[in-house]
């Protein structure tokens, strides 16, 4: 049974910083790609970051510089450190996991999801 488990979300003022984690089990997790989504109130859930396995990134236009996705293989971790965070960076974020190879933005083409950690920006 797939589990990927967020954490490290939470309430910062803007200009602050926080480092969320996705710790997965019951997959070969060197072997898939791995992205971060995230979904404010009343929008649809966005792409923001992904891994592939050899650790090259992609990132979303609008964290670019400010975001920062890594993951430890020998953890079963992918991480997402977040600077300079703004009020419109407020969401829940997800982790997800894709069996598929390289870049992956788009939600099908992911297997498996987390439940999401709130992440709240103060203005």
């Known amino acids: 049974q797939v589990q990927l488990v967020e954490s490290g979300g939470g309430l910062v003022q803007a200009g602050g910083s926080l480092r969320l984690s996705c710790a997965a089990s019951g997959l070969t997790f060197s072997r898939y790609t791995m992205g971060w989504f995230r979904q404010a109130p009343g929008k649809e859930r966005e792409f923001v970051a992904c891994i592939s396995w050899s650790g090259v990134t992609s990132y979303a236009d609008s964290v670019k510089g400010r975001f920062t996705i890594s993951r430890d293989n020998a953890k079963n971790t992918v991480y997402l450190q977040m600077n300079s965070l703004k009020p419109e960076d407020t969401a829940v974020y997800y982790c997800?996991?894709?069996?598929?190879?390289?870049?992956?933005?788009?939600?099908?083409?992911?297997?498996?999801w987390g439940q999401g950690t709130q992440v709240t920006i103060s203005s």
């Open positions: 997800a996991a894709s069996r598929y190879g390289s870049m992956r933005k788009r939600e099908s083409e992911y297997d498996y």
